[in-house]
């Protein structure tokens, strides 16, 4: 007996010792240079930029082990162009393969709520909005920025493109791939053509459309046809000096308390602070994530403040103005 139980403990800590962390890093690219938002990208022979862009993963399965599929049912990613890395869940595995998944939201879960999650939830609520009410749902792709419509190579007429429906769904074929394993976490590295989710699309008419349109369909279609996702491998890649890439960006889409995106290179975790013009400290914020995307849970009268970040080695900082 005693025998069968010390058998049963050691299986036990074998299979618990042998789960993995599966990390996927969604590497973000404008026409094979790192992505920034206010950055101008060509598309077409048109320059244009973003201020946002997010979107919705799911449907997920993994290919490990020799050929072994699992399915990750109910793993939901909200992808930021800012954010690199996106938790997948702990599993036994000792090698990733291939992955695929599919661009937006599964119809079971378009058919809920925010109001379904925790606002930590990739389908909690989110600010700016990433759903358009029920029964519209959730918005499956999200791309603004702006475009030069009059070729004066000054990108200055605006595009907002949020797709809904459950057509809008986009399978990702599978994507074979060479992971990292880092001790207890394996990465997935994948490279994120960002320009390519707007091909073939007229920017310069557009304008402001949050709907089922063909526009919003082809765009979230280009995920697939234009192969937007692609295996990278980090390692033997060409990347930026990480010296230029910590950033905030300010998205002001709810201009009386805009979201604050922040990239560190470094792991470790960040402080906020945002203060007035004075420097009286009005938000203070501790152990956030090195990257990430923060909304002041306040409004904050009209004024000139600053918000600071930093991570105890290095420090970034922004000014933004609030209009009430």
Same mark, same amino acid.
């Given at each position: 007996?005693?025998?069968?139980?010390?058998?049963?403990?050691v299986?036990?800590?074998?299979?618990?010792?042998?789960?993995?962390?599966?990390?996927l890093?969604?590497?973000?690219?404008?026409?094979?240079?790192?992505?920034?938002?206010?950055?101008?990208?060509?598309l077409?022979?048109?320059?244009?930029?973003?201020?946002?862009?997010?979107?919705? @993963? %799911? $449907?997920?399965?993994?290919?490990?082990? !020799?050929?072994?599929? /699992?399915?990750?049912? #109910?793993?939901?990613v909200?992808?930021?162009?800012?954010i690199?890395?996106?938790?997948?869940?702990?599993?036994s595995?000792s090698?990733?393969?291939?992955?695929?998944?599919?661009?937006?939201?599964?119809?079971?879960a378009?058919?809920?709520?925010?109001?379904?999650?925790?606002?930590?939830?990739?389908?909690?609520?989110k600010?700016?909005?990433?759903?358009?009410?029920?029964?519209?749902?959730?918005?499956?792709?999200?791309?603004?920025?702006?475009?030069?419509?009059?070729?004066?190579?000054?990108?200055?007429?605006?595009?907002?493109?949020h797709?809904?429906g459950?057509?809008?769904?986009?399978?990702?074929?599978?994507?074979?791939?060479?992971?990292?394993?880092?001790?207890?976490?394996?990465?997935i590295?994948?490279?994120?053509?960002a320009?390519?989710? @707007? %091909? $073939?699309?007229?920017?310069?008419?557009? !304008?402001?459309?949050? /709907?089922s349109?063909? #526009?919003?369909?082809?765009?979230?279609?280009?995920?697939y046809?234009?192969n937007?996702?692609?295996?990278?491998?980090?390692?033997s890649?060409?990347?930026?000096?990480?010296?230029?890439?910590?950033?905030?960006?300010?998205?002001?889409?709810?201009?009386?308390?805009?979201?604050?995106?922040?990239?560190?290179?470094?792991?470790?975790?960040v402080?906020?602070?945002?203060?007035?013009?004075?420097?009286?400290v009005?938000?203070?914020?501790?152990?956030?994530?090195?990257?990430?995307?923060?909304?002041?849970?306040k409004e904050f009268?009209?004024?000139i403040?600053?918000?600071?970040?930093?991570?105890?080695l290095?420090?970034?900082?922004?000014?933004?103005?609030?209009?009430?």
């Amino acid at each position: 007996m005693k025998k069968i139980i010390l058998f049963l403990l050691v299986t036990l800590f074998i299979n618990v010792s042998a789960q993995k962390k599966i990390v996927l890093r969604l590497n973000h690219f404008l026409n094979d240079s790192t992505f920034h938002y206010n950055e101008n990208f060509d598309l077409d022979g048109v320059q244009n930029y973003y201020t946002r862009l997010q979107y919705y @993963l %799911s $449907g997920f399965e993994i290919e490990y082990d !020799g050929g072994q599929i /699992s399915l990750l049912p #109910n793993t939901y990613v909200l992808a930021s162009g800012h954010i690199t890395n996106y938790y997948l869940g702990d599993f036994s595995v000792s090698n990733v393969e291939a992955i695929r998944f599919d661009v937006g939201v599964d119809q079971i879960a378009n058919s809920g709520n925010t109001t379904n999650y925790t606002g930590s939830h990739p389908l909690g609520p989110k600010s700016p909005p990433m759903d358009w009410g029920w029964p519209s749902g959730y918005f499956f792709v999200t791309t603004n920025g702006y475009t030069d419509a009059n070729n004066d190579n000054n990108p200055d007429t605006p595009f907002e493109l949020h797709a809904l429906g459950d057509q809008m769904l986009s399978p990702i074929d599978q994507i074979n791939v060479n992971p990292v394993n880092s001790n207890d976490t394996i990465y997935i590295d994948l490279k994120v053509n960002a320009e390519r989710f @707007l %091909s $073939g699309l007229n920017l310069s008419t557009v !304008g402001v459309d949050h /709907s089922s349109s063909t #526009n919003n369909l082809l765009m979230c279609n280009n995920s697939y046809s234009m192969n937007v996702f692609e295996s990278y491998n980090i390692i033997s890649s060409s990347i930026e000096s990480p010296k230029n890439n910590n950033y905030i960006f300010m998205d002001y889409t709810l201009a009386f308390a805009p979201t604050i995106n922040y990239h560190f290179n470094s792991n470790q975790k960040v402080n906020l602070k945002i203060t007035d013009i004075n420097g009286k400290v009005k938000l203070y914020e501790n152990n956030l994530p090195s990257e990430g995307s923060y909304f002041p849970l306040k409004e904050f009268a009209t004024g000139i403040y600053i918000v600071t970040i930093d991570n105890g080695l290095e420090m970034i900082y922004k000014k933004f103005n609030v209009v009430q």
